[in-house]
C-alpha cells in the first residue's frame, strides 16, 4: 500500500438522478465523490429537451403562446409577457395602460407563486417538511386568483400579443387583496421556520459559495446574482414597463451562499407584494386590447427582449424575416446559466449540501433543457 | 374584437448595415478588416467580428465598453440566407446597455474561437450551437453533446435539417393515428377532410 | 477550495449555540402549532360525493363541448369552416364538412384531447363561437383511443351551452363578441 494512500478513500462516481426527487425535474449529475466530499460534480442535461427553438419555426405567433408558458412552468407568466413584448416591439405594436398593469400584476404574482414553491422546495431539500405545506398552501390562493382570470392553473396562455385573453372578472381584485393580506400575515411565518431555524442556516450558510466577479462571468441571473452582492435586477436597470413608477426595494445580500440567495428571495416576497398592492390600487379602466390582424406578420429585423423572470433574466431573441412565423427564436433561459456553475458551486461540499445548492439555485429543468 | 386594419409595424430595429461608426475607431485600427461592423443601437453597441478573433475582440473590449462590472448575457446561433452567425451579449450592471458581438461564417466549413476560458458561463450554451448548428469552436475545453443524446447525427437547428423519422425516439405512435380512420367515422361517399 | 467542517469551539459557545438552536426550534414549534388550530384546506380526490367535488372556477378550460344551435343542419353552430382545425398547434381536430353555403355542417368533428393542451385557440378562431372548453376535468381513459371526443360525444356535452364560457362576458375577451357582423371564413 502507498504510504501516502494509508487513511485516504478511493474516489467514486456517483449518479445523481435523473430520477431524484431532489434534482428538481430530470437532472443527472455525475458526481465524483472523495468518500462524502464531492471533488467534481457534472451536471447531464437535456432529458426534457422539447425542441421549443424550433417549434418556434413552424407556428405563428399567435400558436407559440402556449408554448412559451411550458419550458419555464413556475414562470409561465413571465415567459408569455417576454414574448409577447418582443412581438410588439417587432411589430410596433402599443398596448394600453389596463392591459400593461394586468400584465405587471400577473408577473408578480407568477414571482410570488414561484418563489413560495422554492420556499417549500428548499425546505424539504434540507430537512423541513412543514414549510413546504404551508407554502403550498399559500401558492394556491395565487393559483385561484390564476385559474379564475386564465383557465388554468399553471400554463395560462392568457397573454396575447396586443392584449389579453379576457378582462380581470368583477371580483377578482378583492379576491387578489384578500390573498395578498393572507400572505403577507404568513411570510413572517416562513421565516421563522426557515430563515431563522438554525439547522437550516448551519446548512446553508458558507455552502455554494460565489464571488460577484465569477458569477457575472457565469451568467448568473436573478435571486441568485443578487445574493453575491450584485444589485442587478432588470425592473431597476432597465425599467421596463411600469416598474420605474412603482416603489420596491431590489433586495441585494453579501455572501454569494446558499443563505444569501434564499434571503434574497425571503425579501422579495415582501417586495412582491408591495408591488402588487401598488398596481392593484392604480389599475386603470379601460380597454386591455387592441385590435390586431389575426395573422400577424412582423418587417424583417430582430430584437432581444429580456424581463426579471423569478429565476433571473429572462431574454427572448427573435429574428423575423417578414413571414409570420419567426425565422429564428432563442431563449435566454436563466435556469440553464444558474446550473451551469455547479461544478464551481458544490466542489469540496459534503455530498448532502448538493441537494441544498441545487435547491438555492432555484432551478426548473424544463427552463434549462427547453 | 372586430377585425381592423393593421397598425403600421414600425421599422425594424436592427438594420443590419455593415459599416463602422466614428465612436469605435480606436477599435477598427486595432483590428482592421477583421471588424466588420461596428454601430450604436437602442439598445448599446453591437459589432461584427471575424470569427477566428472573436476571443480577442471580447478581451479588447474588457478595456473600453465592457471596462465596467458586466454580465455574461448570452451565446446563441443563427442560420441567415448565406451565413452562420453567433451573436454573444454582454449586460452591463449599472444601467441598461446591451453590448452585442457577432461572427458570421460560412456554412460548409464554420468555425469560432471559443470565449469559455474568458466566460466560464460561455461553456453551455457554446457546446449547445456546436451540436444544434455544426460550428467548430476552437479553444473550448469540453465539446461533448450538450442537449442531444450521444452520437445524434445532423444538426437539428438548421433550416435544411431533415427529421430522422426512423430513429427510435421520433418513430409515430402506432395508437396516434388519425382518429377520423380509426374510428371509421368517415360518412359514406361525400366529404372532404381538413 | 471551500469546507464546511465545524471547527472546536469554546464551551460557552457550545452552549450559546444550544441555547439558541434548542430557542429556534421551540419558535418553529410555536408556528406549527398555531397552524394546527387554522381550518384545514386539503381537499380529497376523487371525493365520492359530488357535494364536496372540487367545482373550477366558471371559465376553465377542460374537456371540449360543441354550441348547439337548433335551426341549423345537424343541431350544430359550427359551419365546418375549419378555422379551428387550421390554428390548432397540436392539428388534433379532425372535421370532415357536408353540405354547401349555409347548408354547411360537420358529418364528423373529432378531438383527440389526449394531444390538446387546452390552449383555447380553437375556441378564439371560431367565426361563430361554435367550440368551447368546459369545466369539466374527469378526463381519466386507460385507453388513447377513448380520449378522442367525437361528434355525438361534444354535442351532448354542448347541452345547455349558449356562448364559449369564459370568466369575464364576452365583450371584455379576444373573442368577437355576438354583435359583429363580419365572419372571418378566410383563415380556412
Ligand atoms: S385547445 Fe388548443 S390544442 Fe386543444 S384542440 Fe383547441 S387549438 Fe388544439
Ligand atoms: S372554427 Fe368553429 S365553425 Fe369553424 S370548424 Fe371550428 S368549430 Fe366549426
Not at chain 1, 139 to 148: N, S
Not at chain 1, 217 to 227: D, Q, V
Not at chain 1, 347 to 360: C, Q
Not at chain 3, 77 to 105: F, L, S, Y
Request: hydrophobic share 40%; proline share 7%; aromatic share 8%.
Amino acid at each position: 500500500m502507498n504510504e501516502a494512500n494509508v487513511g485516504t478513500t478511493d474516489q467514486l462516481i456517483v449518479n445523481m438522478g435523473p430520477q431524484h426527487p431532489s434534482t428538481h425535474g430530470v437532472l443527472r449529475v455525475a458526481l465524483t465523490l472523495d468518500g462524502e466530499r464531492v471533488v467534481s460534480a457534472d451536471p447531464d442535461i437535456g432529458y426534457l429537451h422539447s425542441s421549443m427553438e424550433k417549434i418556434a419555426e413552424r407556428l405563428d405567433y399567435r400558436q407559440y403562446i402556449s408554448y412559451t408558458d411550458r419550458f419555464d412552468y413556475l414562470g409561465a407568466m413571465c415567459n408569455e409577457w417576454v414574448f409577447v413584448r418582443a412581438v410588439e416591439r417587432l411589430a410596433g405594436i402599443e398596448v394600453t395602460p389596463r392591459c400593461e398593469h394586468i400584465r405587471l400584476l400577473m408577473a408578480e404574482l407568477n414571482r410570488l407563486a414561484s418563489h413560495l414553491l422554492y420556499f417549500g422546495a428548499m425546505g424539504i431539500d434540507t430537512g423541513a417538511t412543514t414549510v413546504f405545506l404551508y407554502c403550498f398552501r399559500e401558492r394556491e390562493l395565487i393559483l385561484d386568483l390564476f385559474e379564475w382570470v386564465s383557465g388554468q392553473r399553471l400554463l395560462y396562455n392568457f397573454l396575447r400579443v396586443g392584449g389579453l385573453r379576457n378582462d380581470l372578472p368583477d371580483g377578482w381584485v378583492e379576491q387578489c387583496h384578500a390573498a395578498m393580506d393572507a400572505l403577507a400575515s404568513r411570510v413572517d411565518e416562513y421565516d421563522t421556520l426557515l430563515s431563522e431555524n438554525r439547522i437550516f442556516i448551519a446548512r446553508t450558510r458558507g455552502i455554494g459559495a460565489i464571488t460577484a466577479e465569477e458569477a457575472l462571468a457565469y451568467g448568473f441571473s436573478g435571486p441568485c446574482l443578487r445574493g453575491c452582492g450584485v444589485p442587478y435586477d432588470l425592473r431597476r436597470v432597465d425599467g421596463y414597463s411600469l416598474y420605474p413608477e412603482l416603489d420596491f426595494e431590489v433586495c441585494v445580500e453579501e455572501g454569494g451562499d446558499c443563505l444569501s440567495r434564499h434571503m434574497v428571495r425571503s425579501r422579495e416576497l415582501r417586495e412582491s407584494i408591495k408591488i402588487v398592492r401598488q398596481v392593484l390600487a392604480r389599475l386603470p379602466e379601460g380597454e386591455v386590447n387592441v385590435p390586431v390582424p389575426r395573422r400577424l406578420k412582423v418587417e424583417p429585423g430582430e430584437v432581444y427582449e429580456r424581463i426579471e423572470s423569478p429565476r433571473g433574466e429572462l431574454g427572448c431573441y427573435l429574428v423575423s424575416d417578414g413571414s409570420d412565423k419567426p425565422w429564428r427564436m432563442h431563449w435566454r433561459a436563466p435556469s440553464f446559466y444558474n446550473l451551469a456553475p455547479l461544478d464551481r458551486l458544490c466542489r469540496g461540499h459534503w455530498m448532502a449540501d448538493m441537494v441544498a445548492v441545487i435547491a438555492s439555485t432555484d432551478i426548473v429543468l424544463g427552463d434549462v433543457d427547453r | 374584437m372586430p377585425e381592423q386594419e393593421a397598425p403600421q409595424p414600425a421599422a425594424p430595429e436592427a438594420e443590419r448595415v455593415p459599416g463602422i461608426e466614428p465612436a469605435f475607431a480606436a477599435l477598427a485600427e486595432r483590428f482592421g478588416d477583421e471588424l466588420v461592423a461596428a454601430r450604436k443601437t437602442a439598445d448599446g453597441p453591437d459589432f461584427t467580428v471575424a470569427p477566428a478573433r472573436l476571443a480577442d475582440f471580447v478581451a479588447a473590449l474588457r478595456e473600453s465598453v465592457l471596462a465596467e462590472p458586466h454580465l455574461f448575457v448570452d451565446a446563441c446561433g443563427v442560420e441567415r440566407e448565406t451565413a452562420l452567425e453567433v451573436v454573444y451579449r454582454f449586460s452591463l450592471v449599472s444601467r441598461r446597455e446591451i453590448v452585442t458581438v457577432r461572427a458570421h461564417m460560412p456554412k460548409d466549413k464554420p468555425a469560432v474561437a471559443s470565449l469559455a476560458v474568458m466566460y466560464p458561463g460561455a461553456r453551455w450554451p457554446e457546446r449547445e450551437y456546436a451540436e444544434m448548428f455544426g460550428i467548430t469552436v476552437t479553444g473550448h475545453p469540453d465539446m461533448r453533446h450538450l442537449l442531444l443524446p450521444e452520437g445524434w447525427v445532423g444538426h437539428p437547428l438548421r433550416k435544411d435539417y431533415v427529421y430522422p423519422l426512423d430513429h427510435p425516439y421520433l418513430a409515430p405512435d402506432p395508437l396516434r393515428e388519425d382518429p377520423v380512420r380509426v374510428l371509421g367515422h368517415a360518412p359514406e361517399g361525400e366529404g372532404e377532410e381538413s | 477550495m471551500t469546507t464546511n467542517t465545524r471547527q472546536p469551539q469554546s464551551a460557552w459557545a457550545l452552549l450559546a449555540d444550544i441555547v439558541g438552536g434548542a430557542a429556534s426550534v421551540i419558535k418553529g414549534h410555536v408556528v406549527t402549532l398555531r397552524n394546527w388550530l387554522r381550518p384545514k384546506v386539503t381537499g380529497q380526490y376523487p371525493y365520492r360525493d359530488p357535494a364536496k367535488e372540487w367545482v373550477p372556477k366558471p371559465g376553465y378550460r377542460g374537456d371540449f363541448a360543441l354550441i348547439h344551435d337548433p335551426e341549423r343542419p345537424g343541431g350544430l353552430r359550427c359551419i365546418a369552416c375549419m378555422a379551428c382545425a387550421n390554428v390548432c398547434p397540436d392539428k388534433c381536430i379532425h372535421i370532415i364538412g357536408q353540405g354547401k353555403g349555409k347548408e354547411r355542417h360537420p358529418a364528423a368533428f373529432d378531438i383527440d384531447i389526449g394531444l390538446c393542451m387546452y390552449c383555447w385557440l380553437c375556441v378564439e378562431v371560431c367565426p361563430v363561437r361554435a367550440i368551447t372548453l368546459t369545466p369539466e376535468y374527469h378526463n381519466v381513459a386507460f385507453t388513447p383511443q377513448e380520449l378522442i371526443r367525437d361528434i355525438n360525444d361534444l354535442k351532448a356535452r354542448g347541452e345547455g351551452i349558449a356562448e364559449p364560457l369564459l370568466p369575464v362576458p364576452i365583450e371584455r375577451s379576444v373573442l368577437q363578441p355576438p354583435t359583429a357582423k363580419k365572419k372571418d371564413v378566410s383563415e380556412a
